[in-house]
Structures are given as structure tokens and as C-alpha cells.
């Protein structure tokens, strides 16, 4: 299995902190 390219992004606003997360290829946890 090769590494997985994975984006993360942080938004911290005034209802809270929302995280959001891409992956170029489907992980199998």
C-alpha cells in the first residue's frame, strides 16, 4: 500500500471549530 495524499482544513468560527478532510485515495481503516 502506497501513502494517501490528505488535505486537511481547520475552520474555527462562532458556532465551533468544523474540520474537513480530502483524500485522493479510499483508506480501509
Known amino acids: 500500500m502506497g501513502k494517501a495524499t490528505y488535505t486537511v482544513t481547520v475552520t474555527n468560527n462562532s458556532n465551533g ?13
Open 17 to 29: 471549530v468544523s474540520v474537513d478532510y480530502e483524500t485522493e485515495t479510499p483508506m480501509t481503516l
